[in-house]
């Protein structure tokens, strides 16, 4: 079945460092990637997606390439905030209609000033 | 921006008693879904939801869960008889169709059983 793996946190930065969270995925077939974020006290919230291999998705400054030969879809940040301090789920959803998303453990990810 | 609703943003209630918790998913998507997150872990897929009916589940989503749609605006999950292991955030989601699309959550909705 489908399956990611992420990264376990926390991770802590300091504010304008370069930020990198590794996500690995397996699944049958071509699935299409996210990354979610989790602001404390708050829902899931897409971040950014892609949907074939060699996409970029990006978003706020992140970004995240989907690349089907190392199965990874890694999230980074050049320049953190403090603002940028959350839970970071990495997901993949199959091409089939209705298809669930299949989450990662998440990452906190701590920014510190 | 069209968003998923829910509600109530949380709830607390006696082990064994029945819950339902609300949702309004965005008015022209199509599928439907549950998940969970207990504190601190993973976002887990509790059920999917099509054409007024289960297209998927896990095996969380046990004979003491359902889902309807009984009004084609709302969609409700109900726990029968609520045990102390179901406190968690319950997040309704939906898609406009299948395949590669966006999945929208709403803010949740914190269950704690006592």
């Known amino acids: 079945g489908n399956s990611v793996t992420q990264m376990e946190g926390p991770v802590t930065l300091s504010e304008e460092a370069f930020l990198t969270i590794n996500c690995t995925y397996t699944a049958t077939g071509y699935p299409s990637l996210f990354w979610y974020v989790q602001y404390p006290g708050e829902g899931l919230q897409l971040l950014l997606k892609?949907?074939?291999?060699?996409d970029k998705g990006s978003n706020k400054g992140f970004e995240a390439t989907y690349r089907k030969e190392t199965t990874s879809f890694h999230l980074e940040k050049g320049s953190v905030q403090v603002s940028d301090s959350a839970v970071y789920f990495c997901a993949l959803r199959g091409k089939a209609a209705g298809n669930k998303l299949t989450f990662g453990g998440g990452t906190r990810v701590l920014v510190k000033p | 921006e069209p968003e998923v609703t829910q509600t109530p943003s949380h709830q607390v209630t006696q082990m064994g008693q029945e819950v339902i918790l609300r949702c309004v998913p965005i008015?022209?998507?199509?599928?439907f879904y549950w998940y969970r997150q207990i504190l601190g872990q993973k976002v887990e897929f509790l059920v999917s939801?099509?054409?007024?009916?289960?297209?998927?589940k896990s095996e969380i989503f046990d004979d003491q869960f359902s889902v309807e749609r009984p009004d084609g605006s709302n969609f409700t999950l109900k726990i029968r008889s609520t045990k102390l292991e179901d406190s968690a955030m319950y997040f309704c989601?939906?898609?406009?169709?299948?395949?590669?699309?966006?999945?929208?959550f709403g803010e949740g909705s914190w269950l704690t059983v006592v």
């Open positions: 989601a939906s898609s406009e169709n299948g395949g590669g699309n966006t999945i929208y």
């Open positions: 008015s022209n998507h199509l599928y």
């Open positions: 892609a949907t074939k291999a060699d």
């Open positions: 939801f099509y054409n007024n009916e289960i297209s998927e």
